[in-house]
T-cell receptor, first 108, second 114 residues
Framework: AQRVTQPEKLLSVFKGAPVELKCNYS??????LFWYVQYSRQRLQLLLR??SRESIKGFTADLNKGETSFHLKKPFAQEEDSAMYYC??????????FGAGTRLFVKA | DTAVSQTPKYLVTQMGNDKSIKCEQN?????MYWYKQDSKKFLKIMFS???????INETVPNRFSPKSPDKAHLNLHINSLELGDSAVYFC?????????????FGSGTRLTVV
């Protein structure tokens, strides 16, 4: 079965500290993975696509097929990074499955 | 010039009423979706449409009836509203042959059933 697991519901870090939001997926085919971010009371926005291997707002994510993981990382967290982060898996079947989300809280 | 727009933004209604949420996208995408975000922020797909055709219906009650008059619009009609329907409903769109670009979401409709 296709599944996306984000084990942490809440992650709290201090400003300037490194942050890693974990994401594991279950899919037998070739996955397309994404990170979406939802700031308070705003729409979901695409943050990262694994296929582009880009860095957005200082965030990076590497697909590890051996560990079936796509963790989101940032070396120095900022207060404006506080938001809800969703890992998502697209299997090409007109459906993207979202993880349960991790709320990141960056403390001053 | 909003890419995916939903109306209304807020909807408060009584149990048993019928209501509609509208969604429009101006990105030229051929696929549109409805997602439900519950109180625990969990996002679950409800429907997906490709070129006006229903592709996915994720065991959503019959009280929910999507309608896609054209590729740019996907509306959601809900009959006999129940308390459990209270949630934020997000519309999204994508291009079938560019799924690696991800989805563009609307700003959501917060539905409260009292």
């Amino acid at each position: 079965a296709q599944r996306v697991t984000q084990p942490e519901k809440l992650l709290s870090v201090f400003k300037g500290a490194p942050v890693e939001l974990k994401c594991n997926y279950s899919y037998s085919g070739s996955p397309e993975l994404f990170w979406y971010v939802q700031y308070s009371r705003q729409r979901l926005q695409l943050l990262l696509r694994h296929i582009s291997r880009e860095s957005i707002k200082g965030f990076t994510a590497d697909l590890n097929k051996g560990e079936t993981s796509f963790h989101l990382k940032k070396p120095f967290a900022q207060e404006e990074d506080s938001a809800m982060y969703y890992c998502a898996l697209s299997t090409g079947g007109f459906k993207t499955i979202f993880g349960a989300g991790t709320r990141l809280f960056v403390k001053a | 010039d909003t890419a995916v727009s939903q109306t209304p933004k807020y909807l408060v209604t009584q149990m048993g009423n019928d209501k509609s949420i509208k969604c429009e996208q101006n990105l030229g995408h051929d696929t549109m979706y409805w997602y439900k975000q519950d109180s625990k922020k969990f996002l679950k797909i409800m429907f997906s449409y490709n070129n006006k055709e229903l592709i996915i219906n994720e065991t959503v009650p019959n009280r929910f009836s999507p309608k896609s008059p054209d590729k740019a619009h996907l509306n959601l009609h809900i009959n006999s509203l129940e308390l459990g329907d209270s949630a934020v409903y997000f519309c999204a769109s994508s291009q079938r042959d560019r799924e690696d670009y991800g989805y563009t979401f609307g700003s959501g409709t917060r539905l409260t059933v009292v």
